[in-house]
Antibody
């Protein structure tokens, strides 16, 4: 059974960094794209990062480009989202999602999310 | 970026009713359109990929259709567990989502 478990969320001050983790099991982690999607309180879903199976290519929307860095450790079956210079508008539930085999962004499996709150 | 316009934002409906949710892309997306269901506890479940393909385990009362810029999700006969939020998402380019439709009990 595919499982994705996010961790690392919490309350941080504006301008602070925070690193999220996504522990994966039940599939060959090195074979699939990994994505991060967030949802601000009461709002819709927003894609924030993608990384290809071997970790050599990453993609971001303009809203986080230059501040967020996605990575994956295929030996540890874990993905990461390093978030720097956090802003209040980054407050959201952050989900990691595994793409379907051979696709970058059909999000076939989702974790339960980890909550990030940016506030002074 | 491709913008996704989803409608309606809220859809009151009754058990057993047939409902349709629409999604329009700002440009053609060549059937690269997916649908997701989100329950109040935050759990997100993929429903349909590439316009009309049901994810494994999704009941057959769910169906998807469309082409070009216009797509839709239809639930043929509402069950209690179907009342939730629904989102469309395109992956023809960097992924973007519709704003969501809240399917609620009338």
């Amino acid at each position: 059974e595919v499982q994705l478990v996010e961790s690392g969320g919490g309350l941080v001050q504006p301008g602070s960094p925070l690193k999220l983790s996504c522990a994966a099991s039940g599939f060959t982690f090195s074979s699939n794209w990994l994505n991060w999607i967030r949802q601000a309180p009461g709002k819709g879903l927003e894609w924030v990062a993608s990384i290809n199976p071997d970790g050599s290519s990453t993609y971001y929307p303009d809203t986080v480009k230059g501040r967020f860095v996605v990575s994956k450790d295929n030996a540890k079956n874990t993905g990461y989202l390093q978030m720097n210079n956090l802003r209040s508008e980054d407050t959201a539930m952050y989900y990691c999602a595994r793409a379907y085999d051979g696709t970058p962004s059909w999000f076939a499996y989702w974790g339960q999310g980890t909550l990030v709150t940016v506030s002074s | 970026d491709i913008q996704m316009t989803q409608s309606p934002s809220s859809l009151p409906a009754s058990l057993g009713e047939r409902v349709t949710i629409s999604c329009r892309a700002s440009q053609g997306i060549s059937n690269n359109l997916n649908w997701y269901q989100q329950k109040p506890d935050g759990t997100i479940k993929p429903l349909i990929y590439y316009t009309s393909n049901l994810q494994s385990g999704v009941p057959s009362r769910f169906s998807g259709s469309g082409s070009g810029t216009d797509y839709s999700l239809t639930i043929s006969s509402l069950e209690p567990e179907d009342f939730a939020m629904y989102y469309c998402q395109q992956d023809a380019s960097f992924p973007t989502f519709g704003a969501g439709t809240k399917l609620e009990l009338k």
